[in-house]
């Protein structure tokens, strides 16, 4: 059913929450992770560049944990850190890599920028051309 299973991650606790889903769909279908890092070119500052060191940082430290979820599971896994605009670049990526599925948080680490512009997650489940599952967060009850 499911060949390319992505999962965009931005480190957040409600990314980890998706990635446990998405290693789990990818081992039962005998599919391939990909792990996305988006390196939002909204939240640099004017006469900072947006793809900075820190950055890259937070992107491969992400990649690199859901990475190792899925090989203790032994799912091939791809990463990649990519500059854009999270929804857009999310979408394109899925289109290049023929991705069958997108996991994702329902929350990110965005905050109020949420409710101003909108949620990524809202944004790829509106535009993809393949199912998105939409992981909410842990609840407290949990």
Known sequence: MFDH?????DGS?????AAEYAVDLAATYGAALH????????TG???????DDD????????????????AD????????IRVGLPHETIIDYGE??????????????SGLERYLLGSVAERVVRL??????????VTDDE
Not at 13 to 17: D, P
Not at 73 to 80: F, W
Request: glycine residues 6%.
């Open 55 to 70: 950055s890259r940082t937070r992107g491969e430290t992400a990649v690199g944990d859901v990475a190792a979820r899925a």
């Open 96 to 109: 290049e890599r023929d991705i069958d599925l997108v996991v994702m948080g329902t929350h990110g680490t």
């Open 35 to 42: 792990v996305l890092y988006v390196v939002d070119v909204r």
């Open 13 to 17: 606790a409600h990314a980890t929450r």
């Open 73 to 80: 599971r032994d799912v091939p896994v791809e990463t990649e």
């Open 128 to 137: 993809s051309d393949v199912p998105v599952l939409c992981v909410p967060p």
């Open 45 to 51: 500052h004017a006469d900072a560049p947006v793809d």
């Open 5 to 9: 299973i992505l999962v965009p991650t």
